[in-house]
């Protein structure tokens, strides 16, 4: 069955409008697609960088604060040492002061032997007075240690002046109560001076067999070697009480004459306890290395009671199987002296570690995190991102349909604007087809014709003058008939 022109006009406009609709929604929600997953990918690319930035910010904000806690106790030893070495000077206003021999600190507690304040404390596990210092040479003894100081004027007068160093080391262990031991020992004499006042020598029958000599010991030779420069120890373990402590020490100097060192001690565990003990997401940690990689302070390292060979950080960041998480090239970026971050996995798990040198005593702070955690807001981020992709393209499909509805619409509009005025002419053609032709009727057809058709400046409105015109020939046909017919009527 033949449709006809509005039909074919309708369907023609609809169709070219829904194909066009169609390809170009069809190509808008590929390139939607395509858009949400770039911005997935460049959004989740650039969040775990901000991440890992993150991370390397974290590393260096806590580094920043054991810097400040070394350069703190670095700025007091500096103190110490000047005001020591001031009071060795050939002019020192000094005072002679009473000074305590540390065995009766322990052994022996006599009451005049030793500052009333002395107790029992159980965080160092040995009596001790935090009001004076105490003092010991080696080969000295409960029962000679008064010969000894009479007997070498120089050793009396150097215990009575070093014992106004009471009042500095109180004011700085006050200032800074990580430092556990401040001390100085003497060249020549070997001499040590211990604060908090404390047992250091030993029972008699260790100062006879075992006599402590400070002067002999690595750390010691370490400080002494630094020729007035602050040095920073590796760990290792206090021979008094057997913790895990670095040390910080300088070369002392009266007249340009080496005089001894005088040295600051923090624990490892207070390093622990007050630089490392932070909250970095759910199980992230941070660590404390040197340069060579040895373990200065780690969550899941413990420092043992007594002297061991110290662990270095690929030795504990192991897998359950006892193989290292970190590759020896790791190893190598990790410890050679700059800030990053690298990836590795450990019994599965991936982690982020950042790295970044402390600035001083060649300390590296480490962070760790789970990549699993340091990432978990990048799955939200995706699937924001991934919902705003799906309504968009819901959008787009609602916004053609409707678009479709308007194309059927306007179709319409179009249609019965091109085919009323081609209706109406084809009425008056069938009517005049039908009808007498006379002159009133072509009057009457042609006051039919819809003026504003034949203004028109179109196909229409030239179809319509057209026709108008064809009326007006058809009239003026008409009356010349009708005069010929009645010139014929009045000849007869």
Same mark, same amino acid.
């Given at each position: 069955?033949?449709?006809?022109?509005?039909?074919?006009?309708?369907?023609?406009?609809?169709?070219?409008?829904?194909?066009?609709?169609?390809?170009?929604?069809?190509?808008?929600?590929?390139?939607i697609g395509?858009?949400?997953?770039?911005?997935?990918?460049?959004?989740?690319?650039?969040?775990?960088?901000?991440?890992?930035?993150?991370?390397i910010?974290?590393?260096?904000?806590?580094?920043?604060?054991?810097?400040?806690?070394?350069?703190?106790?670095?700025?007091?030893?500096?103190?110490?040492?000047?005001?020591?070495?001031?009071?060795?000077?050939?002019?020192?206003?000094?005072?002679?002061?009473?000074?305590?021999?540390?065995?009766?600190?322990e052994?022996?507690?006599?009451?005049?032997?030793?500052?009333?304040?002395?107790?029992?404390?159980?965080?160092?596990?040995?009596?001790l007075?935090?009001?004076?210092?105490?003092?010991?040479i080696?080969?000295?003894?409960?029962?000679?240690?008064?010969?000894?100081?009479?007997?070498?004027?120089?050793?009396?007068?150097?215990?009575?002046?070093v014992?106004?160093?009471?009042?500095?080391?109180?004011?700085?262990?006050?200032?800074?109560?990580?430092?556990?031991?401040?001390?100085?020992?003497?060249?020549?004499?070997?001499?040590?001076?211990?604060?908090?006042?404390?047992?250091?020598?030993?029972?008699?029958t260790?100062r006879?067999t075992d006599?402590?000599?400070?002067?002999a010991?690595?750390?010691?030779?370490?400080?002494?070697?630094?020729?007035?420069?602050i040095v920073?120890?590796?760990?290792?373990?206090?021979?008094?009480?057997?913790?895990?402590?670095?040390?910080?020490?300088k070369?002392?100097?009266?007249?340009?004459t =080496?005089?001894?060192? *005088?040295?600051?001690? %923090?624990? $490892?565990?207070?390093?622990?306890?007050? +630089?490392?003990? !932070?909250?970095i #997401?759910?199980?992230?940690?941070?660590?404390?290395?040197?340069?060579?990689?040895?373990?200065?302070?780690?969550?899941?390292?413990?420092a043992?009671?007594?002297?061991?060979?110290?662990?270095?950080?690929?030795?504990?960041?192991?897998?359950?199987?006892?193989?290292?998480?970190?590759?020896?090239?790791q190893?190598?970026?990790?410890?050679?002296?700059?800030?990053?971050?690298?990836?590795?996995?450990?019994?599965?798990?991936?982690?982020?570690?950042?790295?970044?040198?402390?600035?001083?005593?060649?300390?590296?702070c480490?962070?760790v995190?789970?990549?699993?955690?340091a990432?978990?807001?990048?799955?939200?981020?995706?699937?924001?991102i991934?919902?705003?992709?799906?309504t968009?393209?819901?959008?787009?499909?609602?916004?053609?349909? =409707?678009?479709?509805? *308007?194309?059927?619409? %306007?179709? $319409?509009w179009?249609?019965?604007?091109i +085919?009323?005025? !081609?209706?109406? #002419?084809?009425?008056?053609?069938?009517?005049?087809?039908?009808?007498?032709?006379?002159?009133?009727?072509?009057?009457?057809?042609?006051?039919?014709?819809?003026?504003?058709?034949?203004?028109?400046?179109?196909?229409?409105?030239?179809?319509?003058?057209?026709?108008?015109?064809?009326?007006?020939?058809?009239?003026?046909?008409?009356?010349?008939?009708?005069?010929?017919?009645?010139?014929?009527?009045?000849?007869?």
């Amino acid at each position: 069955m033949a449709r006809s022109i509005r039909q074919n006009i309708i369907i023609s406009f609809v169709a070219f409008s829904l194909i066009s609709l169609v390809l170009v929604g069809a190509i808008s929600i590929v390139f939607i697609g395509l858009i949400g997953q770039t911005t997935i990918d460049s959004s989740s690319n650039a969040f775990k960088d901000q991440i890992q930035d993150n991370i390397i910010q974290t590393a260096e904000q806590n580094a920043l604060i054991i810097n400040r806690k070394l350069s703190n106790a670095e700025s007091m030893v500096n103190a110490m040492a000047e005001e020591c070495e001031n009071l060795f000077e050939p002019d020192s206003p000094f005072e002679y002061r009473r000074s305590y021999y540390d065995y009766f600190f322990e052994f022996e507690r006599n009451l005049e032997l030793f500052p009333n304040d002395t107790y029992l404390d159980a965080k160092y596990g040995v009596y001790l007075s935090w009001s004076v210092a105490s003092w010991y040479i080696p080969n000295s003894n409960s029962t000679n240690y008064l010969q000894l100081l009479a007997a070498d004027s120089n050793l009396n007068d150097t215990v009575s002046r070093v014992a106004n160093m009471d009042h500095i080391f109180q004011a700085v262990h006050e200032n800074a109560p990580e430092i556990r031991w401040l001390y100085i020992a003497f060249e020549g004499s070997n001499l040590f001076i211990n604060y908090p006042g404390s047992v250091v020598g030993g029972t008699n029958t260790d100062r006879i067999t075992d006599p402590f000599v400070a002067t002999a010991e690595d750390w010691y030779t370490d400080v002494r070697n630094g020729n007035g420069e602050i040095v920073f120890t590796a760990p290792y373990f206090d021979p008094i009480d057997g913790a895990l402590l670095i040390t910080i020490g300088k070369a002392i100097y009266v007249q340009k004459t =080496l005089m001894g060192c *005088i040295f600051a001690d %923090i624990t $490892i565990e207070s390093i622990k306890d007050k +630089i490392l003990d !932070i909250d970095i #997401l759910q199980t992230g940690y941070a660590v404390l290395i040197q340069e060579s990689g040895l373990i200065v302070a780690h969550p899941e390292w413990t420092a043992p009671t007594q002297f061991v060979d110290l662990p270095t950080i690929d030795e504990v960041e192991v897998n359950s199987n006892g193989l290292s998480a970190l590759t020896q090239a790791q190893m190598t970026v990790i410890t050679a002296g700059s800030t990053g971050v690298i990836e590795y996995s450990r019994d599965d798990q991936d982690r982020y570690l950042a790295y970044t040198p402390v600035g001083k005593g060649d300390y590296i702070c480490l962070i760790v995190v789970p990549v699993s955690e340091a990432v978990a807001s990048v799955g939200v981020l995706e699937q924001r991102i991934d919902a705003q992709t799906v309504t968009t393209i819901v959008q787009a499909v609602l916004i053609i349909v =409707l678009a479709v509805i *308007i194309s059927l619409t %306007i179709g $319409i509009w179009i249609s019965n604007r091109i +085919i009323r005025p !081609i209706t109406h #002419l084809t009425q008056i053609a069938s009517k005049m087809a039908t009808d007498q032709v006379r002159e009133d009727l072509l009057g009457e057809l042609d006051l039919q014709i819809d003026s504003q058709l034949e203004q028109q400046d179109d196909e229409v409105g030239d179809l319509t003058r057209a026709f108008k015109g064809m009326l007006f020939a058809l009239k003026d046909e008409s009356k010349k008939g009708k005069e010929k017919l009645d010139d014929s009527f009045w000849e007869e």
